[in-house]
């Protein structure tokens, strides 16, 4: 039996933020099913939802941004804040996909060659993993802050 694709993937504080307020247990989910989380210190220390010991409980893995990295991100100007300047530095250095929803970091990416997964999205590969019934995605998508309704058409 072919084994499907695992993936890499960096989460921004948005997608981390509505997952947690919708139900956490999705970022594990996704870490069993779909492939492995990474989240950088500083996006973590912006989200107040969870802290170290609720990342290791939930698969997600930290990651402390080298001190090149962390100039590079200071001193790249435009509409990026700093963290998701990291997520974008990271998700091209390791060749991670950036889930993200904020439309000015998806434009970088897409426009430095990063890979680049909405949030409503990686609900939709965790149910084709079989990792979630489609149900419980639904409702967890229609809870999802700013959802655009064209994905619920997609999963009825």
Request: hydrophobic letters at 45%; glycine letters at 6%.
């Amino acid at each position: 039996m072919a084994k499907k694709k695992r993936h890499f993937l960096i989460l921004d504080a948005n997608i981390l933020i509505d997952f947690c307020q919708c139900d956490r247990t999705i970022v594990k989910l996704v870490c069993n099913y779909v492939g492995q989380v990474y989240l950088t210190t500083p996006v973590l220390n912006e989200v107040k939802q969870v802290d170290e010991g609720d990342c290791q409980e939930l698969g997600i893995i930290l990651v402390e941004p080298e001190l090149d990295q962390v100039v590079l991100a200071a001193e790249k100007k435009g509409p990026l804040s700093f963290q998701d300047n990291l997520c974008l530095i990271l998700a091209k250095e390791n060749g991670w996909s950036c889930v993200t929803n904020d439309k000015p970091l998806r434009k970088r990416c897409r426009d430095e060659g990063v890979t680049i997964i909405w949030g409503v999205e990686l609900i939709c590969m965790l149910v084709e993993s079989v990792g979630l019934p489609l149900e419980h995605a639904t409702d967890i998508i229609m809870k999802m802050p700013g959802i655009n309704m064209l994905f619920l058409v997609i999963f009825r």
